[in-house]
């Protein structure tokens, strides 16, 4: 049996009963196993409403569908909801209902980070179809690579790939989603220079970029930091492309890397339960078939560098 173990964010009262907006209350719910009988390790695992482990006692749960709290593309979240146990001593009421943080990474600094206060959601507000959104280039990339730079979607598994922190690395596996660009799948577009980029750049939204610098020590800490694509949106110098369709390409190595992509520092795929949850199945089962051991292991390696949580994202967008 597949699980996914997440720390839920609690939501005020049964927002599918009383028709009011979700809000999102201070205290939150550790350790929830969601269990999936069929294998499935992708957002299914949660969407598909199967059952989720609290505490010892285990529950039956809707899937309510995910959404934009107060409009924000760079706050997306998943919402379930407690509909029984067949367990006599469960504590849990039903109704009980809870929000996903679906940015990050479970084990990064302050995840889950989901606002508290009304989402301005309602249940029927929420998108039930919604995939999670996962981190990589969108084809037409270039890559620094052994012979130069190269389109993302031309390198094929053992290039050697430019990485800043060791040199050359060959590539052990390249995945490839085709997917509306619309809501939180619509890459997002760094302008020319935005971040040191030398043509325009486009990822998906969670794809974290390297920023560094005077900002990046005054306010996360650190003069070096990742910090997702999203979290950028300015609107002029890096926007949202919603629109048609687009190819999304990962790229996967023996660890975490920073590589350059359009002459800015970006990451490469990491292989923790959220980018998991968000491939697809087939991509999941040739991962495990590959990397046994790095799949066990999701979300235990190290990141490349401090990850930025969302406020200080916020601040070095407006600095």
């Not at 301005?120 to 730079?149: Q, R, S, W």
């Not at 922190?165 to 020319?192: C, H, K, L, S, Y």
């Not at 890397?257 to 795929?269: N, R």
């Not at 292989?271 to 998991?276: N, R």
Request: charged share 15%; with cysteine.
């Amino acid at each position: 049996m597949a699980t996914i173990k997440l720390t839920l964010q609690d939501v005020n009262g049964d927002p599918f009963t009383s028709g009011n907006n979700i809000n999102i209350v201070t205290s939150q719910t550790p350790n929830a196993v969601f269990n999936e009988p069929s294998g499935t390790t992708t957002l299914e695992i949660v969407s598909a409403g199967d059952t989720v482990t609290i505490g010892g006692f285990t529950y039956t749960y809707d899937y309510l569908g995910s959404g934009d709290i107060d409009s924000d593309p760079t706050l997306p979240a998943a919402f379930i909801r407690i509909t029984g146990s067949s367990d006599p001593n469960a504590t849990i009421p039903i109704g009980t209902t809870y929000a996903i943080d679906l940015t990050g990474q479970p084990g990064d600094p302050g995840y889950p980070d989901l606002p508290n206060g009304n989402t301005k959601l309602g249940v029927a507000d929420l998108n039930t179809t919604d995939p999670t959104p996962f981190p990589c280039f969108v084809a037409g990339t270039l890559i620094e690579t052994l012979d130069g730079p190269r389109a993302v979607e031309d390198i094929e598994v053992g290039d050697m790939v430019w990485t800043m922190d060791n040199g050359f690395q060959p590539v052990r596996w390249i995945g490839t989603a085709e997917v509306a660009a619309e809501g939180d799948m619509a890459p997002i577009e760094f302008a020319p220079g935005a971040i040191g980029n030398t043509a325009a750049l486009r990822v998906s939204p969670q794809h974290r970029v390297l920023v560094s610098g005077w900002k990046a020590e005054l306010y996360c800490g650190s003069d070096q930091v990742l910090v997702a694509a999203a979290h950028l949106v300015t609107g002029d110098a890096v926007r949202r492309l919603s629109g048609g369709q687009v190819t999304y390409v990962h790229l996967l190595f023996d660890q975490h890397e920073i590589v350059e992509t359009d002459g800015a520092l970006t990451e490469s795929l990491y292989i923790g339960p959220e980018s998991v949850k968000a491939l697809p199945q087939e991509s999941v089962e040739e991962l495990l078939t590959l990397f046994p051991e790095l799949m066990s292991r999701a979300g235990q390696y190290p990141v490349a560098r401090h990850v930025a949580k969302r406020h200080e994202a916020t601040l070095l967008a407006s600095a």
